[in-house]
């Protein structure tokens, strides 16, 4: 999985941590989700990863279009919600 080479190459970058988290959560393996998900909120401090609506406040103003937009929510929001982080 690239998610997993690209946090053996920068284990320190949460955002690599929470694509982790939500991809370990889309195969149903909730165990490496939740301890990834638990490491990005570590290793963030600023609470980035502290709720789904969180960080779609800050996504959201980031020009993308709708459509992609709606497929980040279909996969990477969904993931994340199944790892455990809370919607608010």
Known sequence: MWFEKARSVEPGIPFIRA???????????????????GEAQRLDGKGTFSSRARLKLINHGRGVRPE?????????FTGLRKAGMPEE
């Open 19 to 37: 694509n982790l988290a939500a991809a370990y959560a889309l195969v149903d393996d909730a165990e490496k989700a939740a301890a990834e998900l």
């Open 68 to 76: 992609i937009y709606e497929l980040f929510e279909a996969t990477y």
